[in-house]
């Protein structure tokens, strides 16, 4: 699966006209994640999940920030994302299926707060831009 | 027997009532075929898919997301038991149209982002936990009966 330069765009002027409301958008995938998954808990024993948890907002601002990062630097999300794929891979250890279940979280919250962004066509760029990043982080595990 | 909550129940409800049948089905159908576009190997009679716009405009892909969502609502009124209401469709999903279930879940959760562009803030956490149990009960449904 491979970006096409107008996935390229399209994911780039998403995050663009998201703009500051990222870190709130991570705080709010991580919520619903919590929420409609409830098995992606067990990854976070070590936290206080209630609803408008500091530890949650802060990951999710940690979450945001490596997507804004990973669409700045497009042409090459394995290079913007190699540290945060070594951490996966050795440390964190989260279970692949759990990539596509942020995913569509994420895909959610812009659908909640900004349905306009989100046209058929936007949708299937962060789609497929939303895999690349859990393949990324994925990709040394074994 | 999946199990639902008193709440689980309303929130189904509640969105469902609100939801229009023949524009969230073409909706959902149109993104499908666009954000998956495998998925068009079942509709190579519907004619011009070459788009998202001509997917989009489709007579036949809002007819056919029409009749799907509105199969779905069978669910929605047959919550305590969805695999009888499904057992049929599932044969047939085998049988005649050949349709990996993946596909099914695919669906769903595609359904759910629609639901989530319409709703706003009102599909709210607990309402989008409710709402993938139920396509995620749909898929399995739909698949039960394959071998």
Redesign the interface.
């Known amino acids: 699966m491979v970006l096409s330069a107008a996935d390229k765009s399209n994911v780039k002027a998403a995050f663009g006209k998201i703009g500051g409301h990222a870190e709130e958008y991570g705080a709010e995938t991580l919520e619903r994640m919590f929420a409609a998954y409830p098995q992606t808990k067990t990854y976070f024993p070590h936290f206080d999940l209630a609803k408008g948890s500091a530890q949650v907002k802060g990951h999710g601002k940690k979450v945001a920030a490596a997507l804004v990062e990973a669409a700045n630097h497009i042409d090459d999300i394995s290079g913007a994302l190699s540290k945060l794929s070594d951490l996966h891979a050795q440390k964190l250890r989260v279970d692949p299926v759990n990539f596509k279940l942020l995913g569509q979280c994420f895909l959610v919250v812009v659908a909640t707060h900004n349905p306009a962004l989100l046209t058929p066509e936007v949708h299937a760029s962060l789609d497929k831009f939303l895999c690349a990043v859990g393949t990324v982080l994925t990709a040394k595990y074994r | 027997m999946v199990h639902w909550t008193a709440e689980e129940k309303q929130l189904i409800a509640s969105v469902w009532g609100k939801v229009s049948v023949e524009e969230c089905g073409a909706e959902a159908l ?2 499908l075929l ?2 998956y576009p495998w998925t068009q190997r079942f509709f190579s009679n519907f004619g011009n898919l070459s788009s ?1 716009t001509a ?2 405009g489709n007579p036949k892909v809002r007819a056919h997301g029409k009749k799907v969502l509105t199969s779905f609502g069978e669910a929605v009124k047959n919550l305590d038991n969805i695999k009888g209401t499904y057992s049929k469709l599932s044969e047939l999903h085998c049988e005649k149209l050949h349709v990996d279930p993946e596909n099914f879940r695919l669906l769903g ?1 595609i359904l ?3 639901l ?6 009102d ?1 709210t ?2 309402c ?2 409710a709402w ?1 149990k139920l396509v995620g009960v749909v898929a399995h449904a739909l698949a039960h009966k394959y071998h």
């Open positions: 149109a993104r666009i954000v998202p997917i989009i959760d759910v982002i629609v989530a562009a319409h709703f706003g803030r599909f956490p607990a989008q936990f993938q």
